[in-house]
């Protein structure tokens, strides 16, 4: 179970409180006037977090894209096939000439 001490007591015995929490593989909560402010926990658990972090973030843009899917078709179901894929081919060219001319492509001769 984590253990909860104040900020005080960590910042005049955090060598003690780095070692409670890698010896116990456990966390600490860190008090500051009795709410609780921040988490020391080991690195392994922190790798965790942004972990499921990054998967959060990914299956929310996965998502955003699904929609933005949806919207596009939606409003283009009168596009033909050959007139889609000329559309793409354009915004393609669109983008790897921005991407060009901003520095952030280059070419290789």
């Known amino acids: 179970m ?3 001490v104040s900020s ?5 015995r955090f ?3 780095v070692e409670w929490v890698l ?3 456990d966390a600490i909560i860190v008090e500051s006037r009795g709410a609780p402010t921040v988490v020391i926990i080991p690195f392994s ?11 959060a973030r990914r ?3 996965l998502e955003t894209m699904r929609r933005l ?3 596009v078709r939606s409003r283009t179901q009168d596009l033909t096939e050959e007139m889609a894929e ?24």
């Open 2 to 4: 984590a253990r909860t």
């Open 8 to 12: 005080t007591e960590v910042k005049n």
């Open 15 to 17: 060598g003690a409180m």
């Open 23 to 25: 010896d116990n593989d």
């Open 45 to 55: 658990e922190y790798e965790n977090v942004e972990q499921a972090r990054l998967q």
């Open 59 to 61: 299956r929310e843009a």
């Open 69 to 71: 899917r949806e919207r």
């Open 86 to 109: 000329e559309l793409a081919n354009r915004v393609s060219r669109d983008a790897v000439d921005h991407a060009v001319e901003s520095g952030r492509l280059q070419f290789e001769d």
